[in-house]
């Protein structure tokens, strides 16, 4: 028995060290590299530490211009915001992605813009490639990222392994040459509170490409594209979608939904047609309703859940700053939406 009691005292200490050892580390300056900036703030953090930003840096850009920034430690990266402070590839720099994460970490990023990153030649992830580890992104922007591959804005591991949450963050402007012009997800993914639009996938997924477990919340996802199979998110996953909003996105096979061979959930959520495909198109897969959902075409079929509504437009206006961490389609006076959800729902 003391022998145990010791052990576990010994496990404490070393865990009280560990953390009484986690330090802040501050970007003081936007160069690619050197004393101050964030690559070498990368370079010299242990796992656990913190790197935040300098406010006199607010309303600055960190512009690379050497190579993508690597991150092989467990850390937090806080901005000032995602208005007040950029990472970005600068336009004359060779191609190369923002940040890429080793395997087996676990990272916080918040507050910061994401721009500007470009895959290299088949490269995975414009702006991020997460590979196997575990990701938040938290009040950020991931916008005008690109790959001739996957995952324009972020990918979530081209193996599974990977998890990323996506919260209060939007990912916008993004390009894959190839499929999942804002996300692609091989692992676990959680979008809650933020928004996706006009991303394009040119072939799949225009927002999302979910071959693993794809949760979205609270969510927007407007005006995203794909030539072929779902504008918005194409799944051979597992995918739940709830009280989100899906509007605008447009894709030959799908223009919101293409579920191949996937399992689809979708609960209080508002579906509008944009210039192509229908709301949801079901490839082989299973689709649920939940009820409660309004589409503004039939649903294919599928919403036949209590309180759906089908082939009623849903009346919203444009996609605006709204209050909240990021843009949405509020609804109009007169919505059919409006009083219309789960009557026992409680937030």
């Known amino acids: 028995m003391k022998t145990r009691l010791a052990a576990i005292w010994v496990s404490l200490l070393c865990a009280v060290a560990i953390a009484a050892h986690a330090d802040t580390i501050t970007v003081t300056n936007t160069n690619d590299s050197g004393p101050g900036s964030l690559r070498q703030a990368l370079v010299d953090a242990n796992n656990g530490d913190m790197i935040n930003f300098d406010a006199a840096l607010k309303g600055q850009t960190v512009t690379l211009t050497t190579a993508e920034l690597v991150i092989n430690k467990n850390i937090t990266i806080s901005g000032l915001g995602a208005n007040l402070l950029a990472v970005s590839r600068a336009q004359n720099a060779p191609a190369f992605r923002i940040f890429h994460l080793m395997p087996a970490l676990t990272v916080v990023m918040q507050g910061l813009t994401i721009s500007n990153g470009v895959a290299p030649q088949f490269g995975f992830g414009g702006g991020i490639l997460n590979e196997r580890s575990t990701l938040s992104v938290i009040n950020c922007a991931v916008s005008g990222n690109s790959t001739d591959s996957t995952g324009g804005g972020i990918s979530d591991g081209f193996l599974a392994g990977s998890t990323l949450r996506v919260e209060d963050s939007t990912l916008s402007g993004n390009y894959a040459g190839d499929y ?29 490409l979910n071959s693993g477990s794809l949760t979205v919340s609270n969510s927007t996802l407007s005006g995203n594209a794909t030539q072929l199979h779902g504008g918005g998110i194409w799944n051979s996953g597992q995918c739940s979608i709830r009280n989100s909003t899906l509007i605008g996105n447009r894709g030959m096979n799908g223009g919101a939904i293409n579920n191949r061979l996937g399992t689809l ?25 939940d009820g409660y959902n309004l589409s503004s075409d039939d649903g294919s079929g599928y919403l036949i859940g209590p309180g759906d509504q089908i082939n009623t437009d849903p009346l919203l206006g444009p996609l605006q700053d709204n209050g909240g961490p990021t843009f949405t389609h509020a609804l109009l006076p007169g919505s059919p939406a409006i009083d219309s959800g789960d009557p026992k729902f409680t937030p």
């Open 180 to 208: 999942g012009g804002g996300i692609e997800n091989i692992g676990t993914l959680a979008v809650n509170s933020s928004t996706l639009s006009g991303n394009t996938g040119e072939f799949i997924g225009g927002a999302i």
């Open 265 to 289: 959930e979708i609960e209080s959520t508002i579906l509008k047609r944009g210039e192509s495909g229908a709301n949801i198109l079901n490839d082989s897969g299973t689709v649920t309703s």
